[in-house]
C-alpha cells in the first residue's frame, strides 16, 4: 500500500509527524495557487492521482 | 476589446470616451489586475449559478460526518455544534491564489460555494437538484449529495423550527407571495459587536483568557454549599462559555493553517524572492491574527477576513455589515502615514485585494434568494465616513483610499454607502463623486444626522451608540456596540408589499399561489367610497405584516436553544459578559424592521383608484375589479386611462403625495404595536433589492395600470421607472415630503443621471448643488447610476467586452452583465435626470 507519507505532496506537522498537509500546486481556469489538505502519514494513497514519489536524500 | 486594442489605446483616451472599466483595466497594478481576473463570479444570473462555479462537497462532507459521529455524544447541543465548527476549520482545505498578500475564503477552493446542510432540507433539495452546480462526477456526486440531503431530513435548523412556528403562519409565508426568505438565526444578515472585537483592544487570546476566568469562576461558584435558580442556570452559561472557547480556538487553528501553508510555499516552492518575502509575512499576519491584535494594515485586514471567513462558517450570512475605514483606518495612518512603512500605492493595493477578497465570498443560496439579489451573492454594504462616538468627521485617508481602490478593482460586491453629514470635506466628496461618475453606482449616500435620530426615534439607541451604525445590509442603520449590534436580521420579515393592494381586490385571496394568505376583508365592490377602501388597505397591511413579524419573534425567541450562534457569541462582549447565546433577546436593544418591497404600487394604485373611481367616477370598482381579475385583458384603453390619466408619485403632486405620507402614518402607528421580542418596534423600510422582478411572476394585476409579469418599480421610493415625468427636483420634492425620522427605518431612492452632464468641473458643481438639495430636504438615502443608455445596450450585444461596467440595482450594484434582460431592461427604463 502506498501512504502519504512517501508523497512529496506531504509535509509532516513537526509536532506530530503521523499528520500533515498534502500540499499541492493548482491552476484552474482563472488562477493558480497552492492548495493544502490536512491527510495523515500513513493514509493509503494508492489510488491518489497526485501521487508522486518522495525522493530521499541520504 | 482584445487584448492587443487595450494595451494601444491610452488611459486618456479610454477616459475621454467615458470607458472607466478598460481605463481602470489599464490602471491597476499587475497584482491586482491579476487578482481581480482571479475571482470566480458567485452571483447568480436570472437564477442560476455561472459555468463553473460548483456547490462545496467537502464542507458538505465533513459536517455531516462529525454530526454523525456525535449523534451519541452526551454534550449540549451548543457544544456539540462548536465541534462540528472546529472540525469543519480544522479539516476543511485551505489555499493561497498567487500573488495574494490576504488569505481566507469560505468554501475549499476558489471556485466552490460552501454549503452547509445544517440550516435547511429545502436548501439541501436545491444543491441536489441544480445538476449545472454539482461537481464533476454528477452521477457520482449528486448520489454524495442525495445522502447528505437524507441525513439531514428532520435535523436541520428548519426542519427542527417548523414544528413550533404557527403552521398557518409558515404555510402563508413559504408559499413565497407575501414574504422573502426563512426564519432562522443561522440564515440572514450578522451585524458584529465591532466595538469589541476591531478596536485593537483585544483579540482571540484574550477572550479565550476572559473565558477561562468566568469558567473558573462560575465554576467554583456552583460547587459552593447552596443551590439557587441562578446556580442551576450557570450550568447553560458554562456549556455556551465551553462553545464559544471551542470555535475561538479552531479559529486561531484555521489561521496557524495558513500560516504553515505560507512558509511551506515560500520554503519549498517559490523561487521569486520578493514574493518569497511576501509570503512570510502572510505567514506572520496569520500567527498573529486572530489570536493577537494586528498590528498593521494587512495584519488588520486579515483579522476583519478571518472573522468574516468563520462567522460564514458557522451560519449562512447574506450580508456584510462593515465600516472599514473606520475600524482599519488607524492601521492605514500608522503603516503609510507615521511609519512609513507601506507606501500609498503599496497600500492601495492592500485596500484593493481586500475588496477582492469580499468580492470572492459565497455561499451557496436556495433560487429565490439568487433571484431576488442578481449577479451578487450577498449584500455587502460597507458602510463609510460618518461621524465618531462625539459627532465629530470620521473620515480618514482610508476613505479616500477604498474609493481610489473602488475605482481600479470595479467589483460589485462589496459596495459602499457613504454617511454624509455636514462636516465631510471636499476632497471626500469629490473621490465620492468621481466612483458614481465613473459608473459603479456607489457609494450610496445616507444622511447621518437624519438617520441617527432615525435610530434614536425607532429604537431608542442613545446618541453616541447610534453613531457607530453600519448597515444591518442594504440600508438599515445597525450600531457596532454591546448592547445595539442584531446578531442575526432574517430576511423573512420582508413583505412583498404590492400584495396589500392586491388583496383588497380579492379579499385576501392569493389567485397566484391559490390560497387565502390576507385578511378576508369586504367584497371591493361593495365598498362606497375611498374611506372605506383604504381601510381595507390598512387592514391588508396590518395582516401581512403580522404573519411575517409573528414568524421572526417566534424564531427570535427559540434561537438561543435551537440555532446557537457559539462563535458569534465568542466575539460578542454581552455573551461573554452572560454567558448567554448572543441571540438572547433579554441582552439587545432591539433593531428590527420590516422590509417593504413593492411599495410604491400601493401609492400610485391608490391614488388612481381615489381619482378614476372615487372622485372622478369613471369607473365602479366592481369594473376595476374585474378588470384586474382578467389581468387588464380586453380592457386597455382602461388600463392606459390608469396608467396615463392617474397622478404618479415623484413629481411633486400632493394628491398623490398626500397618499404616501397618510400609508407610512398608518404603516408607522402599527410599527409601534408591533414588537420584536427585545420589547422593540418594527418599523418599515421601502426598498427592493432585484425583488422587483422576482415578484413579476408574483403579484397580480393592479390599479396602477401593471399587468402580471410586468416588472414592478425599482426602488422604495424611487418614483415608477419613466413615471417621473417633472424632473429631479421634483423627485427630491416628493420625497422630501416623508418625515424620514419618524416616517419609516429608511427609504431607498434610485436616480439615473447623465455621464455627460457631469463630466467635468462643471458638473461636479452641479451634483454638490443637488447634493445640497437632497441634504436640505432631509432624505435619508439616493443612489445613482451613471452609465448612459448606448454603454448598456452595447453590454447587451456584446457582453463579454463590458464585464466590468456596473450599474446600482437597487440596495446593491451588480456587473450590468450579470443580471437578467429583464433587470437589464428595467435599468434602462429608469428615467435619466438632467440637473440643472
Keep these: 500500500m502506498t501512504t502519504c507519507q512517501e508523497c512529496k505532496s506531504f509535509f509532516p506537522l513537526d509536532e506530530d509527524q ?17 492548495m493544502a489538505k490536512p491527510v495523515n502519514a500513513e493514509d493509503d494513497c494508492s489510488s491518489c492521482a497526485s501521487f508522486h514519489k518522495k525522493e530521499f536524500v541520504q | 476589446m482584445t487584448q492587443a486594442a487595450l494595451r494601444d489605446t491610452s488611459v486618456d483616451v479610454f477616459e475621454k470616451n467615458q470607458e472607466w472599466w478598460w481605463a481602470a483595466e489599464k490602471k491597476r497594478s499587475t497584482r491586482l489586475d491579476y487578482l481581480r481576473k482571479a475571482i470566480w463570479k458567485k452571483g447568480a444570473i436570472g437564477g442560476l449559478y455561472a459555468p463553473g462555479v460548483k456547490v462545496d462537497l467537502e464542507r458538505a462532507k465533513l459536517h455531516t460526518q462529525k454530526a454523525k459521529e456525535m449523534e451519541a455524544s452526551p454534550d449540549p447541543f451548543v457544544m456539540k455544534f462548536a465541534k462540528i465548527l472546529a472540525h469543519v476549520l480544522d479539516n476543511k482545505t ?26 435547511a432540507s429545502i436548501l439541501n433539495e436545491e444543491a441536489y437538484n441544480d445538476p449545472t452546480a454539482i461537481p464533476d462526477p454528477v452521477d457520482e456526486n449528486q448520489q454524495v449529495i442525495r445522502e447528505i440531503c437524507n441525513y439531514w431530513i428532520g435535523k436541520s435548523d428548519l426542519d427542527k423550527m417548523m414544528p413550533v412556528f404557527d403552521m398557518e403562519d409558515l404555510m402563508k409565508m413559504l408559499s413565497g407571495s407575501i414574504g422573502w426568505g426563512v426564519p432562522l438565526a443561522r440564515g440572514g444578515y450578522s451585524n458584529k459587536d465591532y466595538e469589541y472585537i476591531m478596536t485593537g483592544k483585544r483579540a482571540f487570546g484574550d477572550i479565550i483568557e476572559e473565558l477561562d476566568r468566568k469558567i473558573d469562576e462560575v465554576d467554583a461558584e456552583v460547587h459552593k454549599p447552596g443551590a439557587t435558580a441562578e446556580t442551576a442556570r450557570m450550568y447553560d452559561k458554562l456549556n455556551n462559555w465551553d462553545a464559544m472557547k471551542i470555535t475561538l480556538e479552531a479559529g486561531i487553528r484555521i489561521a496557524k493553517r495558513y500560516a504553515r501553508l505560507a512558509r511551506i510555499i515560500a520554503e519549498n516552492f517559490e523561487e521569486d524572492p520578493q514574493r518569497k518575502e511576501e509570503l512570510l509575512k502572510i505567514a506572520s499576519a496569520c500567527e498573529q491574527v486572530p489570536a493577537k491584535p494586528p498590528r498593521t494594515l494587512q495584519e488588520s485586514f486579515q483579522y476583519d477576513i478571518f472573522i468574516q471567513m468563520m462567522s460564514r462558517n458557522e451560519a449562512i450570512e447574506g450580508a456584510w455589515p462593515s465600516r472599514p475605514d473606520y475600524y482599519h483606518g488607524p492601521y492605514y495612518d500608522k503603516d503609510v502615514n507615521i511609519d512609513k512603512t507601506l507606501t500609498k500605492e503599496e497600500a492601495l493595493d492592500l485596500v484593493g485585494e481586500f475588496l477582492i477578497r469580499a468580492a470572492e465570498v459565497c455561499q451557496f443560496k436556495p433560487k429565490w434568494t439568487r433571484e431576488g439579489l442578481q449577479g451578487i451573492d450577498g449584500t455587502w454594504v460597507w458602510t463609510m465616513g460618518g461621524v465618531k462616538k462625539d459627532g465629530s468627521d470620521a473620515c480618514n485617508d482610508l476613505t479616500i483610499a477604498f474609493m ?33 461618475r465613473q459608473g459603479l453606482g456607489y457609494p450610496s449616500m445616507r444622511h447621518d444626522p437624519v438617520l441617527i435620530a432615525n435610530s434614536m426615534h425607532w429604537h431608542g439607541h442613545p446618541i453616541e451608540e447610534a453613531r457607530t451604525w453600519v448597515h444591518q445590509a442594504c440600508l438599515s442603520p445597525c450600531p457596532t456596540t454591546k448592547r445595539g449590534y442584531q446578531p442575526m436580521r432574517m430576511a423573512n420579515a420582508t413583505a412583498n408589499c404590492a400584495k396589500i393592494i392586491e388583496y383588497v381586490f380579492s379579499s385576501g385571496f392569493d389567485h397566484v399561489v391559490n390560497m387565502q394568505v390576507g385578511a378576508e376583508t369586504p367584497d371591493v365592490a361593495t365598498l362606497t367610497n375611498f374611506e372605506e377602501f383604504f381601510g381595507a388597505w390598512i387592514e391588508q397591511m396590518k395582516t401581512i405584516f403580522s404573519i411575517l413579524v409573528r414568524a421572526v419573534n417566534r424564531a427570535r425567541m427559540l434561537a438561543p436553544t435551537l440555532t446557537p450562534r457559539p462563535f458569534l457569541s465568542g466575539i460578542s462582549e454581552r455573551s461573554i459578559e452572560s454567558g448567554l447565546d448572543t441571540c438572547e433577546p433579554s441582552l439587545a436593544q432591539g433593531n428590527a424592521w420590516i422590509t417593504a418591497f413593492t411599495w410604491v404600487e400601493n401609492i400610485d ?29 380586453g380592457c386597455e384603453e382602461m388600463r392606459l386611462d390608469f396608467v396615463i390619466n392617474a397622478p404618479k408619485w415623484g413629481n411633486d403632486d400632493d394628491y398623490v403625495d398626500d397618499i404616501m405620507l397618510r400609508c407610512l402614518d398608518e404603516a408607522a402607528k402599527f410599527s409601534k404595536v408591533l414588537k420584536c421580542p427585545s420589547g422593540n418596534n418594527w418599523p418599515i423600510l421601502p426598498e427592493n433589492v432585484s425583488g422587483n422582478i422576482h415578484y413579476a411572476n408574483i403579484v397580480g394585476a393592479l390599479p396602477n395600470g401593471r399587468r402580471l409579469g410586468d416588472a414592478l418599480y425599482d426602488g422604495g421610493v424611487s418614483p415608477g421607472p419613466g413615471l417621473d415625468k417633472n424632473g429631479p427636483t421634483a423627485v427630491l420634492k416628493s420625497c422630501g415630503k416623508i418625515d424620514h425620522i419618524t416616517g419609516g427605518r429608511a427609504f431607498l431612492l434610485n436616480q439615473r443621471l447623465s455621464p455627460t452632464q457631469l463630466a467635468d468641473e462643471k458638473g461636479y458643481q452641479l451634483w454638490r448643488a443637488y447634493m445640497r438639495t437632497w441634504a436640505d430636504l432631509g432624505i435619508d438615502h439616493i443612489q445613482f447610476n451613471m452609465v448612459d443608455d448606448k454603454t448598456l445596450r452595447s453590454a447587451q450585444k456584446d457582453p463579454e467586452k463590458y464585464q466590468e461596467v456596473i450599474v446600482r440595482v437597487a440596495g446593491y450594484s451588480a456587473h450590468f452583465v450579470d443580471i437578467s434582460r429583464k433587470t437589464q431592461d428595467n435599468i434602462i427604463q429608469r428615467t435619466v435626470q438632467g440637473l440643472g
Excluded at chain 1, 499528520?19 to 497552492?34: I, S, T
Excluded at chain 2, 485551505?94 to 440550516?119: E, K
Excluded at chain 2, 460589485?412 to 469629490?430: I, L, Q
Aim: aromatic share 12%; hydrophobic share 40%; with cysteine.
Design chain 2, 404 to 436: 481610489q481602490a473602488a475605482r481600479l478593482v470595479r467589483v460589485a460586491n462589496p459596495t459602499f454607502s457613504f454617511r454624509w453629514h455636514p462636516k465631510v470635506s471636499d476632497e471626500v466628496m469629490r473621490e465620492i463623486f468621481e466612483c458614481i
Design chain 2, 94 to 119: 485551505i489555499f493561497i491564489t498567487d500573488q495574494a498578500q490576504l488569505v481566507g475564503y469560505t468554501g475549499s477552493l476558489p471556485h466552490t460555494m460552501a454549503w452547509d446542510p445544517s440550516c
Design chain 2, 605 to 633: 394604485s391608490l391614488a388612481a383608484v381615489k381619482k378614476l373611481v372615487f372622485d372622478e367616477k369613471k369607473y365602479t370598482l366592481a369594473e376595476l375589479k374585474e378588470a384586474l381579475a382578467k389581468n387588464w385583458e
Design chain 1, 18 to 34: 503521523a499528520k500533515g498537509d498534502c500540499v499541492q500546486r493548482v491552476k484552474d481556469p482563472r488562477q493558480a495557487y497552492y
